[in-house]
């Protein structure tokens, strides 16, 4: 116990010192949470964007339907399905779509669109939509009016109010025709999205395409998004073969080998972080040595133990490292949840390039609590482990040769 007692004093006979070292590792572990919640943040961020856009996390079609995305795949409306889909326990909302393309037509211009029949309030729970209008009101169950995305508007010409004729085929070879008045107008974040989007009432995309209570896919909403692979797999087994569970990964590969892709990227950026870490600590660590050189070799030369000695010297950087780890921690908890709810933004050019991809150029952090536990451990195993220099040190100390001057 004595020991223990005369670490801490020592310690504060050289204040600046000891500062100095707490302060080294309080901004590795500051930098390395930092750094951890905000890759996380990034790529959450991300996630939640391109499925809260359009795809959600989870899509039920019928079997084979993604590999040939036609109406003639499309499935019947079904209560018994919706009742096993919402029967799992993570599953918070479904919402029916029927999906196809039609050509949009005002005046002498056109252009090939999305026609993305939806249950305007079952669809507000999944993809907010509403949320998305910049101009004229949402949809109503049984409104006859459509909106359009603002890049589309823009390319033909158009303002809420106006008239748009659609012309596609339908289910099962049918014609496809109508006028359907321009009720408001959504911006969605991705631009290819913005640029094709006509989104209906669900009854008067089955009446355009003469499919009645025919639908192209269920959209789920989760509860918790973690396990996605585990949710997809009991819902394919409730279902049967009749119908593909589909995630946005299996959706969206190119976002999720973008993902991937960065994320290694940050691997190397954190290791050079923790080797920049480890060389702070460990010059901190040589100024003192340098600095009780004399005063070590005092001690041994008295008659003091070098075991003993080295024990108090590995108290003495565990005191060090772990009031650092805390205060790291302890300041890096409000800036983490500053930076969550008022996250980085990037304006400019920069933020153009971000838009091409399909998201918002904005960095919030991630407020998972593993970040500062793991982050902080990570720092506190790296000073541990180089608080063996000053151990090493006092074994092959020569107490002659450490007292002169």
Not at 119 to 144: A, C, F, M, W
Request: with cysteine; proline share 3%.
């Amino acid at each position: 116990m004595w020991i223990v007692q005369l670490a801490w004093k020592n310690l504060w006979r050289n204040a600046n010192r000891t500062m100095i070292t707490m302060a080294a590792i309080f901004f590795a572990v500051l930098l390395s949470i930092l750094m951890s919640s905000l890759k996380t943040g990034i790529f959450d961020n991300l996630i939640k964007d391109m499925v809260g856009y359009y795809s959600g996390y989870i899509q039920v079609h019928q079997a084979g339907y993604w590999d040939e995305q036609l109406l003639d795949n499309c499935f019947e409306e079904d209560p018994e399905i919706q009742r096993k889909i919402r029967s799992h326990s993570q599953v918070k909302d479904i919402s029916p779509r029927l999906e196809s393309f039609a050509l949009a037509s005002t005046g002498e211009l056109s252009k090939g669109c999305l026609v993305l029949g939806i249950n305007p309030v079952q669809e507000q729970s999944i993809t907010h939509l509403q949320e998305k209008i910049v101009k004229g009101r949402y949809l109503g169950s049984n409104d006859r009016g459509i909106l359009v995305s603002e890049g589309l508007l823009k390319r033909l010409k158009n303002h809420v109010g106006d008239t748009l004729v659609l012309f596609g085929q339908g289910y099962h070879g049918s014609t496809a025709a109508g006028k359907y008045p321009i009720q408001g107008v959504i911006k969605l974040g991705s631009p290819e999205l913005n640029d094709k989007t006509i989104v209906m009432p669900l009854a008067l995309a089955q009446d355009l395409y003469s499919a009645p209570q025919m639908i192209t896919s269920y959209v789920l909403s989760l509860q918790d998004t973690d396990d996605l692979m585990a949710i997809q797999s009991s819902l394919q087994q409730n279902l049967g073969k009749s119908y593909e569970v589909m995630t946005w990964e299996e959706m969206m590969p190119d976002i999720k080998q973008h993902i991937e892709t960065d994320s290694a990227n940050m691997k190397y950026v954190q290791a050079f972080l923790y080797l920049l870490i480890s060389f702070g600590i460990f010059g901190t660590l040589l100024i003192m040595m340098a600095e009780r050189r004399y005063e070590l070799g005092m001690l041994v030369a008295i008659g003091m133990k070098k075991s003993k000695l080295s024990i108090l010297l590995l108290f003495e950087s565990l005191f060090t490292v772990i009031v650092g780890c805390i205060l790291g921690i302890l300041a890096s908890i409000p800036l983490v949840f500053y930076l969550h709810k008022f996250p980085i933004r990037i304006y400019g050019e920069g933020a153009k390039a971000y838009e091409r991809f399909g998201f918002d150029a904005v960095f919030p952090t991630s407020t998972d609590y593993h970040h500062f536990i793991n982050q902080g451990i990570v720092v506190l195993m790296i000073g541990l482990i180089l608080s063996m220099y000053p151990v090493i040190k006092v074994i092959r100390l020569n107490p002659v040769e450490s007292m002169k001057k």
